[in-house]
């Protein structure tokens, strides 16, 4: 990498100087643009299968409340033949 004429200081926390530490690099420097460079590089990507997976989440949602309304439908009709069975099974039974 070229020189690097932007000289900073910066106060962070512990919690974020162990992330950092966390970073592929030999120099404190080098983690610190890795870290800022995965976050930029994989931040767009990461956000983009998130929307992706909040998509099918959504889709799968509305196919559930689907096979819901299916389920009721056919647990009405179950319950409407057993009425008609046990109907006709009362006037069987008096004949």
């Not at 162990?18 to 890795?34: H, M, P, Y």
């Not at 009721?72 to 409407?80: G, R, T, V």
Request: charged residues 40%.
């Amino acid at each position: 990498m070229a020189g690097k004429p932007n000289i900073r200081s910066i106060r962070f926390s512990d919690e974020l100087a162990e992330l950092i530490d966390r970073q592929a690099g030999n120099t404190f420097t080098e983690k610190f643009e890795n870290l800022v460079t995965r976050c930029a590089w994989e931040l767009p990507q990461k956000e983009a299968e998130l929307e992706k997976v909040q998509k099918q989440i959504r889709r799968e949602k509305e196919r559930l409340a689907e096979l819901r309304k299916r389920r009721e439908k056919l647990d009405q009709a179950i319950s409407d033949i057993q009425r008609r069975l046990d109907y006709h099974l009362k006037e069987l039974e008096g004949l």
